[in-house]
């Protein structure tokens, strides 16, 4: 459950999908800018065990680099004057470490008498394998083995505030140096412990297999010294991190320490809790979206076996019962009428017309000048992870308790205490695991409605949203329209506009106050908090001459949300199907187009380790072509070469699929691969055939049958990925994948067909 999306993936660690090998070419080493200064600090709290906190600080903010601005600037970014401490270029994933510089004791790390060492994480697991990565470095820093790590989800912790929020592919690179320097200063005070034991010096002992080992045969294991080394405030040996040639699991592919309790199942997401009292919960939604109740006629539903109450909240009426069927079956018998949601009168045809009409005019190309001009469309997606939203809440007159799988904790616990009249202190967020988000967890939309139907039913509810739910009244990736023109003369770029106009995306999550957390004042800047995210997240990585990248929206009442990507997965993929126009009109093969203009060197590397292995230029037969997309962000590069068979033109399908990917330091090649898999999947879906259509203010789509997903008929049987030496520290890989993806699937589709797509998905 927890990868939804790499269901039709090969076994992690994908190579090709029939051998399942890796294939590894080795690759030129990289070099990237200096890392900004960094000191970590830990603490020794007061427990009757090893406990350490490592707390984040930073002597600078990390250097950005791409192109993003109004107009771009020739570095790329989104310009902060006047902020201290934070540079004059921020990137989306460094406003998020730099929001969270304030926060001390950022994590917490355990050795309990049994000997297992236990990292609370202040971090959601939704199946992207965060608990597994966490656990290698705990496991490296401190001589453990892998088995006696523990990674259990953090409650929600006001004291951390952004240091919880799950997003912007930050998780790894925020937690690498503290992980380890919180591991580190364990292991630390365990070899002093076992020094003090035995009358030796530190300096001569060392560590392995969960144990301090002397150089006279004797060992201790880290649970028999956890109460002494507890009292060590002052270790006797160096409590650094380990320099990269000791590591011994970092780098090297593993299985997840959560896949044998995932199918066997015994992990527990939110609908598997049992909380005394809570009683299954279904809610019974209008037709169209926004939608409110008109009248009720609860009388039949009432009576039904199994039902034991019947409430209305704002955004439908919830009923109570002894089991989900019963539920269902008595929502069903309700006698309700609706009133029309305020988008009654809109369709997808009359969206479109808005948004067309929201761009800005393009700028006068210069004289002598030629263009290429391109529209896009994208529909509006769905999120759909495989397992529905699912939260429990237990509110009494003066506390409430919600258990619920949440990538915001904090801006949930604020959201929830403020709807309930309770101070927040009295609300408590128990984060369970989830399966799959991809942006649709960063709400929290079921857990609002748990808790609201707990306090007005007065006793505690397990409350589901099916999947009709979600569809119909859930979050999507808000529909968009894009305009791009190139100017050129003399094989020159010479000019770059993308004219990005889309319904407005709900930044309700608590991204928005990370930018002012961040020190950027969004309308200080004249900026709505979506501009200013985008301007951040958004960076063309080319050399087009001048950029100029600008966002207009189109307020609809309808429920939005960042989607895998948020920006990029559509923003990108018209600037890379562009790019092959462009190389086409300059008479230039794609690939060196788009090596000749790249900013940083080392895309250019990850361009040529794809072409390579993918053979790029072969030739194809008929109705068949080569794509490749190329996007990079957080830290990390990819491209994606992809093979598309179009012969049949209604049932295109994707045979053969090459990624080449620099993300630095990787902690879990399986991992990664497992992500870079799920993002093709995610690319095929979006760019051939997963939509969702309006129909006078209602979601068609309402399930998996008609909101036509990848399914595995419709994926590559080869997959090849290829992951450049590691240089330098972790790059961010959830959100890297997909606009590449996207983008190598369009530009495969135009060379198969002979048309080039303006419209996604291509059969909606």
């Known amino acids: 459950m927890d990868n939804a999306r790499d269901a039709t993936a090969p076994e992690a660690g994908c190579g090709t999908a029939r051998d399942g090998v890796t294939p590894r070419v080795p690759g030129p080493p990289h070099r990237r800018p200096p890392a900004a200064r960094r000191r970590f600090l830990t603490y020794l709290l007061a427990a009757p065990t090893l406990t350490v906190a490592a707390g984040l600080g930073r002597d600078t903010a990390p250097s950005a680099a791409g192109a993003v601005g109004r107009p771009e600037g020739p570095s790329g970014g989104v310009r902060l004057p006047g902020v201290s401490g934070v540079p004059d270029v921020l990137s989306l994933g460094d406003a998020l470490i730099v929001a969270g510089l304030p926060t001390s004791h950022l994590l917490v790390l355990e050795i309990t008498t049994a000997g297992r060492a236990v990292l609370h994480l202040p971090r959601l697991e939704v199946g992207q394998g965060l608990t597994t990565s966490v656990a290698m470095l705990v496991a490296d820093e401190l001589d453990a083995r892998l088995t006696d790590v523990d990674v259990p989800l953090s409650d929600g912790r006001p004291d951390l505030l952004f240091n919880q929020l799950t997003g912007a592919s930050n998780s790894v690179r925020s937690l690498y140096d503290p992980v380890r320097a919180a591991a580190a200063g364990a292991r630390a005070r365990l070899v002093t412990a076992a020094a003090q034991r035995w009358g030796l010096p530190a ?12 150089p006279d045969g004797r060992r201790a294991g880290y649970g028999e010294l956890a109460t002494a080394a507890a009292a060590i405030a002052t270790p006797a040996v160096p409590a650094t991190p380990k320099p990269p040639d000791r590591l011994r699991l970092v780098g090297r592919p593993t299985g997840r320490i959560d896949a044998r309790s995932i199918v066997t199942g015994r992990a527990k997401y939110a609908g598997d809790l049992t909380v005394p009292g809570a009683v299954p919960t279904v809610v019974a939604r209008p037709p169209t979206i926004n939608g409110t109740l008109g009248s009720l006629d609860a009388a039949t539903a009432r009576t039904m076996p199994g039902v034991l109450g019947v409430v209305t909240i704002p955004t439908g009426v919830a ?9 269902l079956r008595a929502r069903d018998a309700l006698r309700t009428t609706w009133n029309p ?12 017309t808005r948004l067309r009409a929201a761009h800005a005019p393009f700028l006068v190309p210069p004289l002598l000048t030629h263009q290429v001009d391109g529209e896009f469309d994208f529909a509006f997606v769905n999120h759909a992870p495989l397992e529905v939203l699912t939260a429990v809440a237990d509110v009494r007159a003066n506390r409430a308790e919600v258990w619920f799988a949440s990538q915001t904790p904090v801006i949930a616990q604020q959201t929830i205490a403020a709807e309930l009249g309770l101070p927040q202190s009295a609300v408590t967020i128990h984060v369970v695991r989830g399966g799959g988000s991809f942006g649709r967890r960063l709400f929290f939309d079921a857990a609002l409605e748990a808790a609201l139907v707990s306090k007005a039913a007065g006793r505690p509810v ?14 999507m990736r808000p529909a968009s329209h894009h305009r791009v023109r190139a100017t050129f003369s003399l094989g020159e770029v010479l000019s770059y506009e993308h004219r990005v106009a889309t319904v407005q995306t709900d930044f309700g999550h608590g991204l928005g106050e990370l930018l002012t957390a961040a020190g950027f004042s969004p309308s ?5 908090a979506s501009q200013a995210f985008f301007l951040l997240s958004e960076r063309n990585p080319y050399d087009v001459g001048v950029p100029t990248q600008l966002l207009s929206e189109v307020p609809l009442k309808m429920h939005t949300g960042s989607w895998r990507s948020v920006y990029s997965g559509t923003v990108r993929v018209a600037d890379e199907i562009m790019m092959d126009e462009l190389a086409h ?9 788009r090596q000749a203009r790249l900013r940083r060197p080392e895309g250019r590397a990850v361009l040529d380790r794809a072409a390579q292995a993918g053979r790029w230029g072969r030739p194809m037969p008929a109705g068949q072509g080569q794509g490749i997309g190329y996007h990079e962000e957080n830290g990390g590069r990819v491209a994606y070469l992809v093979e598309l068979d179009a012969a049949d033109p209604r049932q295109p399908r994707v045979t053969r699929a090459v990624i080449a990917a620099d993300l630095g330091q990787v902690i879990n090649p399986r991992g990664l691969e497992a992500q870079l898999t799920g993002a093709l999947v995610d690319g095929i879906s979006v760019i051939l055939q997963a939509g969702n259509h309006i129909d006078h203010g209602a979601v068609r789509e309402g399930s998996y049958a008609d909101f036509r997903y990848a399914r595995q008929r419709h994926t590559p049987p080869t997959v ?18 997909v606009p590449a993806a996207s983008a190598a699937v369009a530009n495969a589709y135009a060379r198969a067909t002979g048309t080039s797509p303006r419209s996604f998905p291509i059969d909606f």
Request: net charge negative; aromatic share 4%.
């Open 203 to 214: 300096a001569g002992l060392r560590t392995a297999g969960s144990a301090v080992l002397a």
């Open 462 to 475: 397990k409350l589901m949203w099916t999947r009709n739910d979600d569809m119909r009244h859930g979050r």
């Open 524 to 528: 200080a800047a004249g900026l709505s």
């Open 319 to 327: 009923v109570l019962a002894e089991t989900f069927d019963q539920a």
């Open 341 to 352: 949601g305020p988008l009654a009168a809109l369709s997808d045809a009359g969206i479109r």
């Open 720 to 737: 090849e990925i290829h992951l450049l030496p590691p240089n330098g520290p972790p790059g961010g890989a959830g959100e890297l994948g």
């Open 585 to 593: 009109r300059l008479g230039q093969d794609p690939i060196a187009f």
